[in-house]
């Protein structure tokens, strides 16, 4: 428990933030499960269909700092040479 009035606003700040990142975080990797499924399945429209949105929700996570730049490249390259291979 918080000792003080700045602190107690800290956490109540932390918790928020919290709930913010997992909600962010969980929607990219549902889609990134979708874009892997599809491509395993040979389904190339879909896939397409679904990796631009991913490619958004990656774009972002980034811009509000919630996945580093670097992670997010790396996901968009290999789906991309993945998808390029179907």
Known sequence: MANTKSAAKR???????????????????TLLK???S???????PVAQTEA???FSA?????????IHANAASRHKSRLSR????I
Not at 11 to 29: G, I, M, P, W, Y
Not at 82 to 85: R, S, T, V
């Open 11 to 29: 956490a109540r700040q932390t918790e928020v933030r919290t709930l913010q990142n997992r909600r962010a975080l969980t929607s990219v990797k």
């Open 34 to 36: 979708k874009v892997r």
């Open 38 to 44: 599809e491509i395993g399945a040979k389904n190339k």
């Open 52 to 54: 631009g949105k991913l």
């Open 58 to 66: 990656l774009d972002k996570a980034v811009k509000t700092g919630r």
């Open 82 to 85: 993945q998808l390029a291979a």
